[in-house]
């Protein structure tokens, strides 16, 4: 039987076997570039966001050979 997960508007199934396999160390899940997306706002939003998560967002949307230092958060404005 799947467990359903609600994270805001969105929700996620997964197996009763693969959610024990990960329990019991046997697998481990790899978060997907939208599940990260999602988890990386849902900090943002509710203010428990650390600068390595704009770090690791940004080289994410930004993958170029090399990245500037990220010394803050980004600004909301222009």
Known sequence: MPFTFHIGNHSCQIS???????IDNKREHVFS????FIDFFRNIFTRRSLISDYREIYNLLCQKKEHPDIKGPFS???
């Open 33 to 36: 570039t939208c599940e990260k």
């Open 16 to 22: 009763e076997r693969y959610l024990r396999d990960i």
């Open 76 to 78: 909301p404005g222009p």
